[in-house]
């Protein structure tokens, strides 16, 4: 069974930036797919972005292509995103999740079903 356990969410004025974390426990982090995903008040939760199994692969959201990017450690079983240039329409419980089989185009596709999910952290951007 995998953990992920996110932090680093905060609040920041616009225009600035963040970089999330994503821990995971146990030893087959390399095995999974990871993704973010976000989910704005009064709204569905959205894809933002993935990165494959071995860290050569990412898809983002058309949101948030050239301001945030991610990026996996493996060795530290640690995924995470790089927010710049952050706006207020970026305010959301920011969810990482892991998957064994979807590719990260196909993790960009859905909302949900993804095999493990962490409990979310609170990213808010002040106007």
């Known amino acids: 069974q995998v953990q992920l356990v996110e932090s680093g969410g905060g609040l920041v004025q616009a225009g600035g930036s963040l970089r999330l974390s994503c821990a995971a426990s146990?030893?087959?982090?390399?095995?999974?797919?990871m993704g973010w995903f976000r989910q704005a008040p009064g709204k569905e939760r959205a894809f933002v972005a993935a990165?494959?199994?071995?860290?050569?692969?990412?898809y983002y959201a058309d949101s948030v292509k050239g301001r945030f990017t991610i990026s996996r450690d493996n060795a530290r079983n640690t995924v995470y995103l790089q927010m710049i240039s952050l706006k207020p329409e970026d305010t959301a419980v920011y969810f990482c999740?892991?998957?064994?089989?979807?590719?990260?185009?196909?993790?960009?596709?859905?909302?949900?079903?993804?095999?493990?999910w962490g409990k979310g952290t609170l990213v808010t951007v002040s106007s």
């Open positions: 999740a892991a998957d064994e089989l979807l590719t990260t185009q196909a993790m960009g596709s859905m909302r949900s079903g993804m095999d493990h």
């Open positions: 146990g030893r087959t982090f390399s095995t999974y797919t």
């Open positions: 990165v494959s199994k071995s860290g050569l692969s990412k």
